[in-house]
């Protein structure tokens, strides 16, 4: 019986060291897994960075890819957030061709999708919309018959909803993982 493949989130915090996203990607590099959304910031300490990495896998490999991360040196806490309540989000801007009678289309669908537009052009507006996915994949669609000149997506950040901190999902995880310790790790 073969797993089903999936779209996994994990959060990883790293120290805020030079070298440490290169490990990181050089990881999923070996391991031959394609990063779907890599995003990299610091947190509320300025030693620590948050990783927000997307990737598809299936439950035995969205766990050895958790294992591996934990063996990185400068890797503090892996959380994989799949399936826990959480809030996920990306950002675009998009430059889309709106000469003057198209405009009032443009603003329209942007202001559908409470998308912002942050540059006026002559022939054309750039739009940035925040949200899920597939809001942006919906309003990129929509747009693309006007023609999309330029576009630039952040990549997805997440974060557990609630008021768990990282620090009470380290302990929980810590648990977790010692009652049910029943694959193997290698790769």
Same mark, same amino acid.
């Given at each position: 019986?073969?797993?089903?493949?999936?779209?996994? =989130?994990?959060? !990883?915090? !790293?120290?805020?060291? &030079?070298? +440490?996203? =290169?490990? !990181?990607?050089?990881?999923?590099?070996?391991?031959a897994f394609n990063i779907d959304s890599l995003t990299v910031g610091r947190t509320e300490k300025p030693e620590v960075s948050r990783? =927000?990495? =997307? +990737?598809?896998a299936d439950h035995d490999q969205a766990r050895r890819i958790e294992a591996n991360l934990y063996k990185l040196v400068n890797v503090l806490l !892996?959380?994989? $957030?799949?399936?826990? &309540? /959480? $809030? +996920?989000?990306?950002? /675009?801007? $998009?430059? +889309?061709?709106?000469?003057?009678?198209e405009r009032s289309h443009v603003l329209e669908l942007a202001n559908v999708f409470r998308a912002r537009v942050v540059d006026v052009a002559p022939e054309s507006?750039?739009?940035? #919309?925040?949200?899920?996915?597939?809001? #942006?994949?919906?309003?990129?669609?929509?747009?693309? &018959?006007?023609g999309i000149l330029e576009m630039v997506r952040t990549g997805i950040v997440a974060m557990r909803r609630g008021s768990k901190s990282a620090e009470v999902a380290v302990r929980e995880s810590a648990a977790v993982a010692a009652a049910s310790d029943d694959v193997s790790y290698s790769v």
């Open positions: 019986l073969k797993s089903k493949i999936m779209l996994n =989130t994990f959060m !990883v915090y !790293v120290e805020n060291k &030079p070298g +440490v996203l =290169t490990r !990181v990607a050089s990881l999923f590099r070996r391991r990783m =927000t990495i =997307t +990737v598809d !892996v959380e994989n $957030i799949t399936n826990q &309540p /959480a $809030i +996920v989000r990306d950002l /675009a801007m $998009i430059r +889309v061709a709106a000469r003057h009678e507006l750039t739009i940035e #919309i925040t949200g899920a996915e597939d809001k #942006i994949d919906g309003l990129l669609e929509l747009l693309r &018959p006007y």
